[in-house]
């Protein structure tokens, strides 16, 4: 039988963050083809330009450090720090020095200087279109790591790749497209995805006066009548669920929990009798919003006594911001290779690593995509 298939360098899988960077980075030195399944008219980055609100928190100052990094970047450490290479630090000045994006920092957040989203990822599609990268609007099927094969929705013969990059994501926000037998073909252990950085939902009726109103104070998560974790910022009421900064970290500590086994129950305490320093004891009622002194009348609860609500479960995978689970990354190496194939790379949301807001995730993809590029010599 003839041969029709057609043959590149690099096929990456994925036009998000990982995938449309490393693209710009690799398209000038090699055969490169870019698959997205979005038919979005303006697909590629797309995420980009939801984070932070439409701001763009794209990176953290956390993960500059080797020696002070958080605990849920450790897992990351050997990946961004490798023979005395400085990977964050190197990621960061080529998007300055490169790609020209200028920013700013709010405490430890890098916002673009126009505070606008596009001005993170105009300059990544720039980069993108200038390279000779190939792209496809295609769904990929499965993928066939023994032949080097990629097997299209929309075309009869397979696609083949001296080396593949897999920056599908998980399976949070707009992924209606997520194909769990896609993960399931390249035959690798990975973790079922859950929801993440996004509402729980309560056993609670939230009253309809409650609904859309914010409260700041410290929020807690119990397993029993044990805190397992707290948060400081905004809560917000919604319909059936409390959302708001604090409870999307929270949900990402509640997932892992759930994923590992434990039943709970768990629970939420809010407590808004302080918040940035200040504190809100000594107030009389007569100070208290309309909503809050009508819930504690109903409730029964006194003044600034934390306000409780039952878990029942995460909010669904359209209303989390990204997912949890994903593929083992004990299984690849420092540059993201697979140790049993060097020839399959996979980074992103992807891979089973738990962040949680604050240019985490945005920044772990960028520079995961930087370490690639530079394996496959595309920086050099």
């Given at each position: 039988m003839k041969e029709t298939s057609r043959s590149f360098d690099v096929v990456i899988v994925g036009g998000g963050v990982c995938g449309s960077f490393l693209a710009g980075l690799l398209g000038k030195k090699r055969k490169v083809l870019l698959i997205e399944s979005d038919t979005h008219p303006s697909p590629l980055g797309r995420r980009i330009s939801v984070s932070g609100n439409g701001r763009c928190n794209f990176f953290n100052e956390d993960l500059l450090f080797e020696d002070n990094l958080p605990s849920f970047i450790e897992p990351l450490k050997n990946h961004f720090f490798h023979e005395g290479r400085k990977y964050p630090i190197e990621t960061l000045s080529f998007l300055k020095d490169k790609l020209g994006i200028r920013y700013f920092k709010e405490g430890k957040l890098y916002y673009p200087y126009f505070n606008r989203a596009e001005c993170v990822r105009n300059p990544i599609l720039k980069a993108l279109e200038n390279s000779l990268v190939e792209n496809k609007t295609d769904f990929v099927e499965r993928i066939d790591r023994?032949?080097?094969s990629i097997y299209l929705r929309d075309e009869k013969d397979p696609l083949k790749y001296s080396r593949l990059v897999f920056c599908v994501g998980g399976r949070s926000y707009d992924r209606k497209d997520f194909?769990?037998?896609l993960f399931s073909s390249l035959g690798l252990p990975y973790r079922p995805f859950l929801p993440?950085?996004?509402?729980?939902l309560v056993a609670e009726k939230i009253?309809?006066?409650l609904v859309g109103q914010r409260l700041r104070g410290k929020v807690s998560l119990l397993c029993g009548k044990k805190v397992v974790a707290m948060e400081e910022g905004e809560v917000l009421f919604r319909r059936d669920a409390l959302s708001g900064i604090a409870v999307f970290q929270l949900s990402r500590i509640y997932d892992e929990m759930v994923s590992h086994g434990e039943k709970g129950p768990f629970s939420?305490?809010?407590?808004?009798?302080e918040h940035d320093g200040c504190s809100g004891l000594g107030s009389g009622m007569d100070s208290l919003p309309l909503f809050l002194l009508r819930y504690l009348k109903e409730c029964?609860?006194?003044l600034f006594e934390p306000l409780s609500f039952s878990v029942a479960s995460c909010a669904s995978f359209e209303n989390s911001q990204v997912s949890y689970g994903g593929l083992d990354l004990s299984s690849f190496d420092w540059d993201f290779s697979?140790?049993?194939d060097r020839a399959f790379f996979a980074i992103g949301e992807c891979l089973d690593v738990n962040l949680p807001c604050g240019g985490y995730n945005i920044g772990t993809s960028l520079i995961e995509a930087f370490v690639v590029a530079d394996s496959l010599g595309g920086l050099s």
């Open positions: 023994k032949s080097h194909e769990p037998r993440s950085l996004c509402p729980l009253p309809s006066y939420l305490a809010v407590d808004y009798s029964r609860k006194k697979l140790l049993e």
